[in-house]
């Protein structure tokens, strides 16, 4: 039998390996594992095929558990939290971690979800923006960080006022302006008379009906009136939820021809979550990850199972499972030819 010198050994192992990274569909093979000093971001993120995300529903009412989705590199694990987030006047972020952590793993095609749970507020806590995010990402600046947003609902509305300070206009229309609210919630506005709390009307007119509205979106105004005839002194007024029967906040109000004007405060503006991230969603389109239940191919890169049955015409389409096979298979043939001569040797 002839013998095969180390150096045809060696030039056979690398025309097979040649052949392997040159092969159409198999570039996935020459990433390297990742370091343990990779943040998970940088992991999920550095798949040139599919953009990294994450997906979450629009809105979160207190206390509800809801599917959470990656996107990224396929076969990949990351930490998913929720946060609270809060801007100053100078606009400085503050971070609040709400509910426990989840683990999320991304499939072949780079999609994962799990199921998010968040505990109920405490009570008269009301709602706001909330991040969903690689749990890494705390307190760091909102264009880094790999999240999306969705907006906290809770029974208790965020009351920003009616547009007066504590002077306000009798018999003008004024109207309560809620934030954050459970949609279908019903609320009321109500004055106290001595020791008992009645309604005060919705306009300025005989016959009024009473001030209440049930709020068909998160952001919702009760509209009513400051009754003529009032003593000149402060009156305590409250809005009342009328679902549970619970006061949701009280405020003066000191009868005035034409009152105090205090401009309602504007919501807070945030920055686009995740538009310095390299390989990001937000990065590649310019805004914040869509809030959807599972990313389609078309909008997120993300490839699609093959229906059964089905013939793949792009050896680009394979899935990464796939390519693991092929590659495993061609190495172990590249190494029993490499490993076969020596063996016969050491037979004879």
Known sequence: MTRRSPGARRLLLSALAGAVLGAPGLHLLTAEPASAATSETERLCSDDGVRCSVQVPPRWIDGATHRVGVTGR?????????????????????????????????????????????????????????????????????????????????????????????????????????????????????????????????????????????CDDVRCTVPYVVPRGLPAEATRFRLIDLRSGTPVTTWKVRPHAEGQTRPIPRPEVFPVLGLAVEGSLAAGVG??????????????????????????????????????YVTAGIGALALALALGPARIRRRR
């Open 74 to 214: 396929a076969d990949t694990t990351v930490t998913v939290r929720a946060f609270r987030v809060t801007a100053d006047s100078s606009g400085t972020v503050g971070w609040e971690a709400v509910g426990s952590e989840v683990e999320i793993t991304t499939d072949e095609h780079g999609w994962g979800s799990a199921d998010l749970a968040l505990p109920s507020s405490p009570g008269g806590a009301h709602g706001g923006p909330l991040v969903v995010a690689l749990a890494e990402a705390e307190g760091k600046e909102l264009t880094t960080v790999l999240g999306a947003w969705s907006e906290l609902l809770t029974p208790t509305p965020e009351v920003l006022g009616d547009g007066y300070a504590e002077s306000k206009p009798v018999g003008a229309p004024l109207g309560v302006a809620l934030d954050h609210v459970v949609p279908g919630s019903t609320y009321a506005v109500e004055r106290l008379d001595g020791s008992t709390w009645t309604a005060v009307p919705g306009q300025d007119s005989p016959g009024a009906a009473d001030a209440q509205a049930t």
């Open 287 to 324: 805004v914040d990850s869509a809030a959807v239940v599972r990313p389609r191919s078309r909008n997120l890169d993300v490839p699609l199972p093959e229906s059964q049955g089905s013939t793949p015409t792009d050896l680009g389409s394979h899935s990464v499972r796939t390519v693991q």
